[in-house]
């Protein structure tokens, strides 16, 4: 197993009422399938278009996490 600090910016942080929480998720765990984790953990976020990032920086998904990495979920903006 392996621990990843899960930061929430913007309406993500009201939806799940935290600011960062730390979660498990076992060895080889890909970006995705723990982003998928926490929306599945945190129903309301799924009324928002998502993003996510990795040690600061936007990912496919498919990228395997590692011990004490940070994963960042925030709202898509748009912007004119």
């Known amino acids: 197993m392996m621990k990843v600090q899960v930061l929430f910016f ?3 942080a009201g939806e ?7 979660i498990q ?8 399938q723990a ?8 129903p309301r976020l799924k ?6 990032a990795v040690n600061q920086e936007y990912l496919i998904g498919d990228e395997v996490l590692h ?3 940070e994963l960042a979920i925030f709202t898509a903006v748009s912007g004119g």
Not at 25 to 32: D, G, I, L, P
Not at 35 to 42: A, G, L, S, Y
């Open 10 to 12: 913007g309406a993500t």
């Open 16 to 22: 799940v009422n935290e600011r960062e929480i730390k």
């Open 25 to 32: 998720f076992a060895q080889e765990t890909t970006a995705k």
């Open 35 to 42: 982003f998928d984790k926490i929306v599945e953990k945190f």
């Open 47 to 52: 009324n928002h278009s998502l993003l996510f």
């Open 67 to 69: 011990d004490g990495d």
